[in-house]
């Protein structure tokens, strides 16, 4: 699993915008120099704030789908769900990390508490059979030093 990062942008920003600040196509083509033309290893695909590209493919949003677009659809939401789970995963977890009365910006790191939490995270991902490690077929490793390293 990769996992690739473009931010953090203002919430006022729409995926319109976010698409092309991130340039998001030129790098999943720029991933996959030398491939050939017409077999990409990667793709996007997205809801429909997002528009075309070469390899960014809005969710199909017509009066009536075809068989195939339907299908496409269905294997985009699964993985959007499953993202969308993630997300909020690190706070519920990490009850600290939601308690706002306890989280002083200039007093302590928390920058730092989050990219350490989301990495803790990880490994339960990868260690415990959650809906995340299920979808994406994790298989866990040995042990963990092995996965850290």
Known sequence: MIGECFGAMAGSNNDHHLQNASQL?????AAQEGRPIGTPLFKTGTDKGFHPQVAVVPM???PVNTPAQQQIN???SALRATSEWDVGRPN???????YRKVLFK???PIGLM????????????????NGTSEFFDCRPPSD??????
């Open 92 to 98: 519920s977890m990490f009850k600290y990390l939601d």
């Open 74 to 76: 269905s294997e985009f």
């Open 25 to 29: 196509s030129a790098r999943l083509v």
């Open 60 to 62: 199909y949003n017509n």
């Open 114 to 129: 989050i990219r350490c939490i989301c990495i803790i995270t990880n490994c339960f991902n990868i260690l415990d059979h």
């Open 144 to 149: 963990l030093d092995q996965y850290l390293i």
């Open 106 to 108: 200039h007093l302590q």
